[in-house]
C-alpha cells in the first residue's frame, strides 16, 4: 500500500446526475476525511470518520451529500442531484494508525469533479 | 473559532532566490499543531512539517527552515535557494489536539501559490 487512492480522478457530470466517489485510505489508518477544494481556496474540510463511525460532518456537507465508511476501511462520497456549485476537487485524507493521535494527514490526488 | 491567514496570494522569485511564506493563526486553544503542506500540479497535498504549539523550536531540513512564533501567532516557511522544483501552491493548516477536539480535523489557509523561474 503506497498511499490514498481516489477513483475516479476526473468526472464530468450533467447537472441533476448523481455521482459517487471512492476513497482507499491507508491499510493501518483508522481516520478518514473527505475535504473539498475550489479553485484558488483551500481545502474545506466535510466530514470525518474513525474507523467506519462518522464523527463530524461541516455545514458545508448540504442534504445532497452522503459520505460512508461501511466496513472501516474504503470510504464513499455520494452527492445526489449535482449542481455546478459542486464543481470542485474532492481529496480524501487518512491518518493516525491507532493508537496514535495527531499524525499528519496523507492526501490523495483527489477527484475533481465538473458540473455542467 | 480557529482559522489560518496566508496574505500572499502569489509570488514569483528567480531561482536561488530565498523566499518566505508566511502564515498567521487565530485560535484560543493551548494545544494545537501546525501544518504546512505543498500542493504541485498534479493535484496531490504533500506534507512537509508538523509543528506541537508546546514546540517553538524553528527547524531546518535541507533548504526548508520553519519559524514559530507564539507571541505573533506566526508560522513562517523558508526555501533557501529557491528551484524552479519549488513551484507549487503551499498551504499552512491548522489542527486542534486535545479532548473532543482532538480529530486531526485541518483548518487550511488560502494557499500562497509559488512560482520559480529559471
Known amino acids: 500500500d503506497t498511499g490514498v487512492s481516489q477513483d475516479p480522478r476526473h468526472k464530468i457530470t450533467k447537472r441533476g446526475q448523481n455521482v459517487t466517489f471512492r476513497c482507499d485510505p491507508i491499510?493501518?489508518?483508522?481516520?478518514l476525511y473527505w475535504y473539498r477544494q475550489t479553485l484558488g481556496q483551500g481545502p474545506e474540510f466535510l466530514t470525518y470518520?474513525?474507523?467506519?463511525?462518522?464523527?463530524?460532518k461541516s455545514r458545508l456537507l448540504s442534504d445532497r451529500f452522503s459520505a460512508e465508511r461501511p466496513k472501516g476501511s474504503f470510504s464513499t462520497l455520494e452527492i445526489q442531484r449535482t449542481e455546478q456549485g459542486d464543481s470542485a476537487m474532492y481529496l480524501c485524507?487518512?491518518?493516525?494508525?491507532?493508537?496514535?493521535?495527531?499524525?499528519?494527514?496523507?492526501f490523495g490526488q483527489g477527484t475533481r469533479l465538473t458540473v455542467v | 473559532a480557529q482559522k489560518v491567514t496566508q496574505a500572499q496570494t502569489e509570488i514569483s522569485v528567480v531561482e536561488k532566490e530565498d523566499v518566505t511564506l508566511d502564515c498567521v493563526y487565530e485560535?484560543?486553544?493551548?494545544?494545537?499543531?501546525l501544518f504546512w503542506y505543498k500542493q504541485p500540479p498534479s493535484g496531490e497535498l504533500v506534507f512537509l512539517i508538523r509543528?506541537?504549539?508546546?514546540?517553538?523550536q524553528n527547524e531546518i531540513s535541507g533548504r526548508y527552515s520553519w519559524n514559530f512564533q507564539k507571541s505573533t501567532s506566526s508560522f513562517n516557511f523558508t526555501i533557501t535557494a529557491s528551484q524552479v522544483v519549488d513551484s507549487a501552491v503551499y498551504f499552512c493548516?491548522?489542527?486542534?489536539?486535545?479532548?473532543?477536539?482532538?480529530?486531526?480535523?485541518?483548518?487550511f489557509g488560502q494557499g500562497t501559490t509559488l512560482q520559480v523561474k529559471p
Open positions: 485524507a487518512s491518518s493516525t494508525p491507532t493508537g496514535h493521535p495527531n499524525t499528519e494527514a496523507f
Open positions: 491499510s493501518e489508518h483508522n481516520r
Open positions: 470518520f474513525q474507523n467506519e463511525a462518522q464523527l463530524e
Open positions: 485560535t484560543r486553544d493551548t494545544t494545537y499543531y
Open positions: 509543528r506541537n504549539s508546546f514546540d517553538e
Open positions: 493548516a491548522l489542527t486542534l489536539s486535545h479532548g473532543s477536539s482532538n480529530t486531526g480535523k485541518l483548518i
